[in-house]
């Protein structure tokens, strides 16, 4: 197939605009490497400048080197001349291969640091989005692409315009050589390196917009792989024979995307060489052009080997410098994705209350709504509801009613997009995040279950005494995991799970103990949330679990979602939801007498006990 050039698209209009706008990652890169390390940058300049600086010296001494060999073979001077010349420029090279240790040195404890900084400040972002973030794909695509290469990126980017820098110097000194050969060299040198960096960068951002389209391809790839090599799926990948489909999907992913790579890489290969074709025969065409001038006695055989040396140096250097602009093109456009992702609109929620305005008013709820974005209905839609301290609150309803919606926006992980929630007569938006998260203990049916020790498995139910184990053991006996926890060997030191060496695994039932512990551990709690917190565990460790909840929050707000009414019936209060509104509410007895839906729900529930 003949070799087309790079075809003109839609994309490449404004070409030149968009190559220059995306070096403004430029400086924020160089800022971001100087305030990493302000040693290493000031070390990384220094050596940049002097290796800017050695080659053309070398090459300036290696003519007097010659010229001092001639003078001395036709006895117009001494060798001793020559070899003085020789160990300058065996000095001038030992200095030069210094800088280039120094240079690599340098770069790789920047790669160390720098990379960190960057996972760091990603990672410092993300915990400032809100759970809506997580739970969109796009804004998951985003991450991605700002995590992959953000950390090499910024000192790639830094180390290419040090290496400009370094290049610029060393081309121009080059240059004040040339010149005194003919200034038309220099221009043969500029204008031979030109076309390869042209197409170079043109490509450059066609493989950046390729890596941009295809981020949910490789997030699936990066799925399949969690899911084949993870011990929490490998269970049921092999009991089902899933490996071979899902290791299938994986390749066919990758068919797919090593077309679009292959045939970019061709492209860009054949014609970065045959572009580079031209600065080949610059060079040769210079070569004969010394030559003859050499030959015709214009010039002396130390100046044609100086000239020599500097025209190919000089073309490699101007080469590296267009390389290393498309180089930075391409690491901008890249950083763009990091600092797109450092820089998303986050709407600050926290206020500054830290105590209610009207102190054992509880919970309320004022006419509240809640859509998730892109959503066609409300998943909570003119709720109302009033829950007093001391209260014991059952949310029931089918799967998909909005109840665990309800514990989200209780807990201000979600903003109503309608109406308000009230702590103590304060509505949630306006309590400091610390304060109110120390107010509110939640434990949610997808629990995470933590590689640590047991014990710091409970405290992180209230991170300030994560290492606290008198805390560990109360919790934990509140939660009713203290009889499988002191059996252990090494008891609350236990490690848990199978990722690191000696980890033991729980059944379901006693991670739901741990995570429940979790909650007793904000001691000082006024709301304690519960979200199918029995559900993997027998009726009468149930029955155990609840009654010893209803003893120790006699004081406090208790919130449980269940689907066992044996359970719902103990809680002094029930709210029924049916597609996110409040159909009915009240104790069991009411509801029972109302022969509504809270009572043919229990009423089924209970004939399969018959």
Same mark, same amino acid.
């Given at each position: ?83 003085? +010349?020789?160990?300058? /420029? ?52 985003? =991450? !991605? ?23 610029? %110097? ?20 500029? *204008? ?7 197409? #170079? ?8 917009? %390729? ?27 092999? $009991? ?16 797919? $995307?090593?077309? /679009? ?78 600092? #797109?992702?450092? #820089?998303?609109? *986050? ?6 209350? !830290? ?75 306006? +309590? ?15 629990? *995470? ?36 926890? #002191? ?33 007793? =551990? ?11 917190? !029995? ?34 019936? =103990? ?40």
């Amino acid at each position: 197939m003949p070799l087309a050039p790079p075809t003109p698209t839609n994309d490449d209009v404004g070409f030149l605009q968009r190559s220059l706008g995306v070096f403004q990652y430029t400086g924020r890169a160089v800022d971001l490497v100087w305030t990493t390390n302000k040693s290493l940058f000031v070390a990384l300049l220094t050596l940049t400048v002097a290796g800017g600086l050695i080659p053309a010296s070398i090459a300036w001494v290696g003519k007097l080197i010659v010229d001092a060999v001639v003078a001395a073979a036709a006895g117009d001077g001494s060798a001793r001349e020559a070899l003085q +010349w020789v160990a300058v /420029e065996a000095g001038l090279v030992a200095l030069r291969a210094g800088t280039r240790h120094g240079l690599s040195v340098t770069n790789q404890l920047l790669r160390a640091q720098l990379g960190h900084r960057v996972n760091v400040l990603i990672l410092e972002k993300a915990q400032t989005l809100d759970l809506v973030h997580f739970e969109d794909s796009e804004f998951y695509d985003q =991450m !991605t692409r700002a995590r992959r290469e953000a950390s090499s990126r910024p000192l790639g980017l830094v180390q290419k315009s040090f290496g400009v820098v370094q290049n610029g %110097i060393s081309l121009v000194s080059y240059a004040g050589l040339l010149l005194a050969f003919s200034p038309w060299a220099v221009l043969l040198l500029t *204008v031979a390196s030109i076309p390869a960096f042209i197409a #170079e960068t043109r490509f450059a951002g066609r493989a950046f917009r %390729i890596f941009k389209w295809r981020s949910p391809e490789k997030r699936k790839q990066m799925y399949l792989e969690t899911v084949v090599a993870r011990e929490d799926f490998a269970k049921e990948v092999k $009991l089902l024979r899933l490996g071979p489909l899902l290791v299938q999907r994986y390749q066919d992913i990758f068919d797919s $995307l090593y077309d /679009e790579d292959r045939d970019l890489t061709v492209r860009r290969g054949a014609w970065g060489y045959a572009l580079g074709l031209l600065s080949t025969g610059a060079l040769y065409g210079a070569y004969a052009w010394i030559v003859l001038t050499t030959a015709a006695k214009t010039i002396s055989l130390g100046d044609m080997t100086m000239y020599l040396l500097v025209f190919k140096q000089g073309q490699a250097a101007f080469s590296a410098i267009l390389q290393a602009i498309g180089g930075m093109y391409e690491d901008n456009l890249y950083l763009s994705n990091l600092y #797109e992702f450092l #820089e998303i609109e *986050v709407q600050s929620v926290d206020g500054t209350a !830290t105590v209610g305005a009207e102190p054992g008013d509880g919970v309320r709820f004022e006419d509240v709504s809640f859509r998730y974005p892109d959503a066609q209905a409300d998943a909570v839609s003119g709720l109302s509801l009033h829950i007093r301290p001391g209260q014991r609150l059952a949310l029931v309803g089918h799967n998909g009613s909005g109840k665990t919606t309800l514990i989200k926006l209780l807990t201000r992980l979600y903003t109503p997009t309608g109406g308000r929630i009230l702590l103590d007569g304060t509505d949630l938006q306006d +309590w400091q995040g610390e304060a109110l998260r120390r107010r509110v203990g939640v434990i949610f049916q997808d629990f *995470v279950k933590y590689q640590f020790l047991v014990g710091e498995n409970i405290g992180v139910g209230d991170v300030d005494r994560i290492e606290d184990q008198p805390a560990w053991s109360d919790a934990a006996d509140k939660g009713m995991a203290a009889p499988f926890i #002191e059996d252990f060997p090494d008891g609350y030191t236990t490690q848990l799970g199978r990722w690191f060496k000696g980890g033991r695994e729980l059944s379901i039932g006693q991670w739901q103990k741990i995570a429940l512990s979790r909650a007793f =551990m904000r001691t000082d709690a006024d709301v304690l949330v519960l979200d199918e917190p !029995t559900s993997a565990m027998d009726a009468e460790a149930e029955a155990q679990i609840f009654q010893r909840l209803m003893d120790l929050t006699s004081d406090q707000i208790a919130v449980l979602i269940s689907h066992r009414f044996s359970t719902v019936r =103990m809680a002094d209060h029930i709210v029924v939801l049916d597609g996110g509104v409040l159909v009915e509410q009240g104790s069991h007895e009411e509801l029972m007498a109302s022969e509504g839906p809270y009572a043919r729900l229990f009423t089924l529930q209970a004939a399969g006990y018959l």
